[in-house]
């Protein structure tokens, strides 16, 4: 079958740095995508990877390795408004994501 | 440019009442897809349309409709509302069908079926 694993809940405190994991199996694999969901509003998209690799945008990178099913979001120097949930979405062999159930971040003062 | 919007809001539903969910996009987007959020589950695909005049099903399909009569506009119709379909539903569009394009989310309906 087809999953993807990611932590309920994580915390953080305001200036600090956290890595949020995902682990993905799919049928086929085309590309993995971060989003980035406030309480009680729509997902917003934060990053794609389809290559083996770090990529780096501003405060927040990812990272992706195909041959371990793995990538991670990392978030530096964390604001209050970096609270969230952050969803991990594979693409599968039919080009359709599959979800995983989300993180919710919570930053601390 | 508003991007998409969903309409409505919220809405409190009698179960075996018919719905439709309204949802419209001004990116001329060819692909949309209607996703519903359950508390500690992932976003579950209902229904896609991959361009104007084709739709498909998704991961759960049963209970819902879709149709796509233009580029700019995907309703989803709940023929018999049931409990099990309390959810929030997002609809979402892409530039070209999903798998590698980025989708872009409406502000979502929240909807309770008593």
């Known amino acids: 079958g087809q999953n993807i694993d990611q932590p309920t809940e994580m915390t953080a405190t305001e200036g600090a740095i956290v890595q949020i994991n995902c682990t993905y199996q799919t049928s086929g694999f085309n590309g993995l995508f971060w989003y980035q969901q406030h309480a009680g509003e729509a997902p917003t998209f934060l990053s794609y990877n389809v290559l083996d690799g770090l990529e780096e945008k501003g405060r927040f990178s990812s990272f992706l390795s195909r041959s371990k099913g793995y990538s991670y979001l990392l978030l530096k120097e964390l604001q209050m408004k970096d609270s969230a949930s952050y969803l991990c979405?594979?693409?599968?062999?039919?080009?359709?994501?599959?979800w995983g159930a989300g993180t919710k971040l919570i930053i601390k003062p | 440019i508003a991007g998409i919007t969903q309409a409505p809001t919220s809405q409190i539903l009698a179960a075996g009442r018919r719905m439709t969910l309204r949802c419209t996009q001004d990116?001329?987007?060819?692909?949309m897809y209607w996703y519903r959020q359950d508390l500690g589950l992932g976003l579950r695909l209902i229904h896609y349309s991959n361009t104007a005049g084709t739709t498909g099903k998704g991961e759960v399909p049963d209970g819902y409709s879709v149709s796509r009569a233009n580029t700019d506009d995907f309703p989803l119709t709940l023929a018999s509302a049931v409990p099990s379909q309390t959810s929030v539903y997002f609809c979402?569009?892409?530039?070209?069908?999903?798998?590698?394009?980025?989708?872009?989310f409406g502000p979502g309906t929240r909807l309770t079926v008593l």
């Open positions: 990116m001329r987007h060819n692909a």
């Open positions: 979402a569009s892409s530039e070209s069908t999903g798998g590698t394009d980025t989708q872009y």
């Open positions: 979405a594979a693409s599968d062999s039919n080009y359709q994501l599959i």
